[in-house]
């Protein structure tokens, strides 16, 4: 219900003026570093002198008109050649529908075409975000097509909640893609995803271990221990060296972990979404853990021991970032 509530407020304009117009628009910044591509540029420099690799994302789906999409586009070029200007250790994040899907597959493809090649000049990797399941088998067909087209720094998203993920694993680690692994953030039926916490961990585990058996470099994105510690655990177990895989979690959440991780020696990036659409996807950073209202309140408030005042965010009616 409260999770629902602040989902609803990530849609509310008078909610968004009042935020954006408090200390809060300051505070937001935890999770969201800026509006503009500069803003952007100087957390993944911050990230890099942590240790921490990055992927840059300008915040935005299900665009439907051209000229916004279009515009997405010009934003994604603009930042890869700053991270080329600027030699960052980092490479970027977009979502299909951003860059018109839902317009036409022809428009997607000219609109993500000219991304790619600007992508290919500058020697930066680009992953496509997995959106809802309507989208899974477009994407995935999408992306089977542009690596069959010889593009090669190209890496998908699959979600350890849909039952279909390990037939997709397989086939990427058939063809030697780069996957990312989460757990999934959307509302999605029984028919197609595990409802239940611990069988989508129990997806997770599995998948994550067919990956770093036979994947090619995977991305482990989740902030749960449990599952942070399963793939140390079997990275350990089988002798994989830290380079062939990497942890990927959100700027902002679970730094404790991702420092911890650091240090031990294994590598982590961060997704850092920038962009004037930063307010949702806040809201649904707040709806995964309420405990995030305390941060944004202003109360001195470690992320770890959290844990025991609100439990984890259950699986609910939320979407990804
Ligand atoms: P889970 O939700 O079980 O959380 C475990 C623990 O993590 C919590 O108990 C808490 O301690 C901590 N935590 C989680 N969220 C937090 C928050 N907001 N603030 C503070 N602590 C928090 N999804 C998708 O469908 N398509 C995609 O393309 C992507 N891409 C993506 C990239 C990256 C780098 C990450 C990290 C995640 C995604 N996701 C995604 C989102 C993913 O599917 C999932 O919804 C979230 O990562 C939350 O799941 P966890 O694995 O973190 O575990």
Redesign the pocket.
Known sequence: MFRNSLIALGQSNTAKAVVTRTPLRGMARRFVPGETVDELVTAIEEANRAGLTATGNYLGESVHDEANARRAGDVYLKLLDRIHERQLLANVSLKFTQLGQDISESFLARNLGRVLERAKETRTFIRF???GSDYTQRTLDAFVHLWDEGWRDIGV?L?AYLKRTAGDVAHMNRLGARV?L?????AEPPSVAFQD?REVDRSFVELMKMLLDDGHYPGI????EA?VQATLDHAQAQGIAPERFEF???HG??RDLQERLVRDGWRVRV?VPFGEHWYPYLMR?LA??P??MLFLAGSVVQ?SPL?FLWP??KRGNHR?G
């Open positions: 975000d997995m959106e998203v979600q990312r989460c757990k999934g953030a959307y916490p994105a989740t902030h749960d599952m990927q979690m959100l959440v679970r997704y950073r995964e853990r405990a995030n992320e844990g984890g965010r990804n």
